[in-house]
């Protein structure tokens, strides 16, 4: 089991900015893709951004130019800055992350516990 840790989210003014990151502790022989989605009440959840293990990144369409996402490989931690946040990027957002947590075993899918974005306009 590969237990998530998120931090960063919180309430913001609308074009204001947050960092967010999710660290995946202990010893894992591989992380593949890491990536955040998002989901607002009522919708279904959404890709943000998304990084592989090379640092090739893929977007949202409604972030992109906003939103960055980056990778500390030797941290195990993946990040998601985002500026000129609107109130329409209010959601739960969910850490994904990818792994081979030994050699001898096949990819697994984890999902953090979510952190709370609030946008006020």
């Known amino acids: 089991q590969v237990r998530l840790v998120e931090s960063g989210g919180g309430l913001v003014q609308a074009g204001g900015s947050l960092r967010l990151s999710c660290a995946a502790p202990g010893s894992i022989f591989r992380i593949n893709a890491m990536g955040w989605y998002r989901q607002a009440p009522g919708k279904q959840r959404e890709l943000v951004a998304v990084?592989?293990?090379?640092?090739?990144?893929n977007y949202g369409d409604s972030v992109k130019g906003r939103f960055t996402i980056s990778r500390d490989n030797a941290k195990n931690t993946v990040y998601l800055q985002m500026n000129s946040l609107l109130p329409e990027d209010t959601a739960v957002y969910y850490c994904?992350?990818?792994?081979?947590?030994?050699?001898?075993?096949?990819?697994?899918?984890?999902w953090g516990q979510g952190t709370q974005v609030t946008v006020s306009s």
């Open positions: 990084i592989t293990s090379g640092h090739s990144t």
């Open positions: 994904n992350v990818v792994v081979r947590r030994r050699w001898f075993e096949t990819e697994s899918v984890y």
